[in-house]
């Protein structure tokens, strides 16, 4: 398959993401243009080696990449090293790796000299369908998930499909979370799209290939239309707000990506219990969720850590949380609740009778 190329616009600075690469000539003109690269530790154990590519750098900085690390601490020994290296202002940083790496080294970079060029070679199937593009960067605070960060997108990315050979049939479980909760967002087709893929589509490497990059581009729409979370993009949160969650209370056993998953399920058994949706849509959904996990992923809840951490959701009001609900298949909408015992009876609920159901 010959590369293809999603052109951005952002207001901070255009950028562009290479499908299908990136190729000889691509890898060339990345490593003429960077000296330095953040590079996740097991990519660096699987593909450091290769001349090809990371052979080509001057240096490397092998990053361990845990939920842990994923603080303003490890930004700032990021910082520390390549000035060290004697990094350079107007210096181009290239950044290997899923997305915790590119948490780190868009606030790294976001920071540095105010600001220094990167480019973005993503590894994992969570960020090459999903987290490469929008420009954010999520930052642990505390006990807290994704609490500090910003925007600062850059300046070019390159997928290629090479890197997903080494990943565990998980990773590719958690990356598929993402791809289907974009496929319900975006209207009944793509809606559609996915339930038909899980149906007949699976192990055939083009309609999975199709799939995710039909997410990416819609994803990528989005975007542009609102830049900084101020009114659509908001809907890419979908799952996210019980997900986060999720991984919280599970102290991060279960993968983001699967937990993007359970919270779409979730979502839509609450908006079910709100009778905002018919129990025949929460079935539909849930339908195309399942397939992202597998017993084995299930891990023991700590259900008033759950509760804390919804409470602290970073988009909720004085008293409300917002959710991510949808309101028919397809289409999904911001919906503030009251914090009181009835929606937390239903949240608990699932918690005790669907989440078991969901990981038989």
């Not at 999603?6 to 000539?25: E, G, R």
């Not at 994803?219 to 979370?229: H, L, R």
């Not at 993968?255 to 709100?274: E, F, N, S, T």
Request: hydrophobic letters at 40%; charged letters at 25%.
């Amino acid at each position: 398959m010959s590369p293809e190329k999603i052109q951005i616009k952002s207001s901070l600075k255009d950028y562009f993401v290479s499908w299908n690469a990136p190729t000889d000539a691509e890898f060339q003109e990345v490593f003429q243009t960077c000296r330095i690269a953040v590079v996740d530790k097991n990519v660096h154990e699987i593909y450091g080696h290769d001349a090809q590519t990371f052979g080509r750098l001057k240096h490397v900085i092998v990053q361990e990449a845990v939920e842990e690390l994923k603080t303003a601490e490890t930004c700032l020994a990021i910082c520390s090293q390549l000035l060290e290296l004697g990094f350079k202002r107007g210096e181009t940083l290239l950044a290997v790796g899923g997305g915790i790496i590119q948490d780190l080294v868009t606030f790294s970079a976001s920071i540095l000299f105010r600001g220094i060029p990167w480019i973005f070679i993503p590894t994992t199937l969570l960020a090459q369908a999903d987290s490469c593009i929008g420009g954010k960067s999520s930052i642990n605070f505390g006990q807290w998930k994704n609490q500090l960060g910003n925007f600062y997108p850059p300046q070019a990315i390159y997928i290629s499909p090479h890197y997903l050979r080494s990943l565990t049939d998980k990773d590719i479980r958690s990356g598929m979370g993402e791809v289907v909760k974009v496929h319900l967002l975006s209207g009944a087709d793509m809606a559609q799209r996915i339930a038909e893929y899980f149906k007949n589509g699976q192990g055939d490497q083009q309609k999975f290939a199709d799939a995710v990059f039909r997410a990416l581009k819609e994803k990528a729409a989005i975007i542009q239309e609102d830049e900084f979370d101020t009114g659509k993009r908001l809907t890419l949160n979908l799952g996210h707000t019980f997900g986060h969650a999720l991984e919280t209370a599970a102290d991060f056993g279960v993968p983001h990506g699967i937990a993007v998953a359970i919270g779409v399920d979730m979502a839509a058994y609450l908006a079910m219990k709100l009778q905002r949706i018919s129990d025949n849509d929460y079935r539909f959904i849930r339908s195309v969720v399942a397939p992202v996990s597998k017993p084995a992923d299930r891990v023991e809840i700590n259900r008033q850590v759950y509760i804390d951490a919804l409470r602290h959701d970073k988009k909720n009001k004085a008293n409300q949380y917002c959710f991510i609900l949808p309101c028919e298949i397809g289409r999904v909408e911001k919906v503030f609740v009251p914090m009181n015992p009835e929606i937390e009876e239903h949240i608990l609920g699932y918690l005790s009778d669907q989440l078991p159901e969901f990981w038989r």
